[in-house]
């Protein structure tokens, strides 16, 4: 039988890899560099001279030279791009290799191997895959609409427009000793857990329009377009999570601010003051900033939120702060 990986890779790449790099920036207006550059920057290493690119490769790069020519990108403005789709699509390829790997092999070892069993998954791979291909599609175009539908609201309103950074809610909740408690579970219960943790964490941010920013294994962070989003998204997640089994208290922090959006990720002072503050939490507890506490004192949910000045204390970074503490108020 002929080698199984190298047949089901050039089944999923849908050809076999017959191009160098040279051939490739021939077939285009690019350079070697700019497409080892681009190569590079989607996650892949340094090929050299090896036929490594497919027809499907060289597809892909004469649309991005064609865009390039057009004037709609640039060649670094490419680079980035490339760059951001590789990291987020190297965890979502690591995520359906799993599931494929569950779902498809289920308790079959590649040591089991036999000429009819790989023709078997190879079949089952050929009609999943396009499947995977169609719905990631849909959600991606999904996620433009929403972006284009929360960023144009009010496009054209002079009272709308407004110059400087978006001014938002940044949020942070991390499993309590989770280091501790990775070093007393086995692989498959840690990996239950903190699947647990950030499915359910992602559910109740997007519940309350909020935007999930990043994971972290033991830590979500999030972003709300006001106080009070982000205060609810903090209370569900106290709440939700303390009545599931096997699953560690969380401490929340949260900080309202100018903050900077780039390639999907979240920057700025605010940024690093919710971490801060999530740090200096209690367990199952939440801690807030001066900001947060003003906005959730005085909006129309007021009457929803108890926020309690707690003790100043020294923060890295940040000098003596007085942070606040939130809860629910008992009903």
Excluded: C
């Excluded at 490739?24 to 001279?49: H, I, K, N, S, Y």
């Excluded at 670094?76 to 951001?84: Q, Y």
């Amino acid at each position: 039988m002929a080698d199984p990986a190298e047949e089901l890779q050039a089944a999923i790449l849908g050809g076999p890899e017959w191009y160098t790099r040279n051939e490739m920036a021939e077939a285009t207006r690019l350079d070697q560099e700019q497409v080892a550059a681009l190569w590079r920057a989607m996650g892949f290493p340094d090929v050299g001279d090896a036929r490594a690119f497919t027809d499907e490769d060289l597809s892909a790069l004469v649309r991005v030279s064609a865009l390039i020519e057009r004037g709609l990108v640039d060649v670094d403005g490419v680079v980035e791009l490339a760059r951001s789709i590789g990291q987020n699509t190297a965890r979502l390829a690591e995520w359906q290799y799993d599931f494929l790997g569950r779902h498809v092999l289920g308790d079959l070892e590649r040591t089991d191997m036999t000429p009819e069993t790989f023709a078997t998954v190879k079949d089952e791979v050929a009609e999943v895959l396009p499947e995977l291909e169609r719905l990631m599609d849909y959600v991606w175009r999904r996620q433009v609409a929403a972006i284009v539908a929360r960023e144009w609201v009010g496009f054209g309103d002079e009272a709308d427009e407004q110059d400087g950074p978006d001014i938002a809610t940044v949020g942070f909740a991390d499993l309590v000793s989770f280091t501790r408690l990775s070093r007393q579970l086995d692989e498959a219960e840690l990996g239950g857990l903190v699947e647990t943790f950030e499915s359910r964490s992602a559910d109740l941010i997007h519940a309350e329009s909020g935007r999930l920013v990043k994971t972290l294994g033991d830590e979500v962070m999030f972003l709300s377009e006001t106080p009070h989003q982000a205060a609810n998204i903090a209370i569900a997640l106290h709440e939700t999570l303390a009545a599931l089994e096997n699953v560690p208290e969380i401490r929340v922090g949260l900080s309202t601010g100018p903050v900077l959006t780039r390639m999907g990720d979240v920057y700025g002072t605010t940024v690093n003051r919710a971490s801060r503050y999530t740090a200096i939490a209690r367990p199952d507890s939440t801690v807030i900033d001066t900001a947060t506490s003003e906005a959730l004192q005085s909006g129309p949910q007021a009457d929803r939120f108890l926020v309690k000045a707690l003790t100043p204390r020294p923060v890295r970074g940040f000098g003596i702060v007085r942070p606040y503490s939130l809860a629910p108020r008992a009903e």
